[in-house]
């Protein structure tokens, strides 16, 4: 069982900054996708970004040139950074490992 485990979410003004880390066990990291969706109150969950093992990354385009997914295996962890926020960047970020499991969610406020 991998339980990833997210961090990083906060609240920060528009124009702002975040990175979001998320840490998950299990020898098999190297070789799985990773992807970060996020999920606004009322709305469906929808995918952020994604990594596969190889580094190839997929965007929506909603935050494509502002938001950058990375991996780093020897620290099993993946992250979002996420620039030039926006209002309705707001929502439950989730890191997903695998397309199995979940992460437990970090909050993502952007206001003023």
């Known amino acids: 069982q991998v339980q990833p485990v997210e961090s990083g979410g906060g609240l920060v003004q528009p124009g702002g900054s975040l990175r979001l880390s998320c840490a998950a066990s299990?020898?098999?990291?190297?070789?799985?996708?990773l992807g970060w969706y996020r999920q606004a109150p009322g709305k469906q969950r929808e995918l952020v970004a994604q990594?596969?093992?190889?580094?190839?990354?997929v965007y929506a385009d909603s935050v494509k040139g502002r938001f950058t997914i990375s991996r780093d295996n020897a620290k099993n962890t993946v992250y979002l950074q996420m620039n030039s926020l926006k209002p309705e960047d707001t929502a439950v970020y989730y890191c997903?490992?695998?397309?199995?499991?979940w992460g437990q969610g970090t909050q993502v406020t952007v206001s003023s």
């Open positions: 997903n490992y695998a397309f199995m499991y």
């Open positions: 299990g020898s098999r990291f190297s070789i799985n996708t």
């Open positions: 990594i596969s093992s190889g580094g190839s990354t």
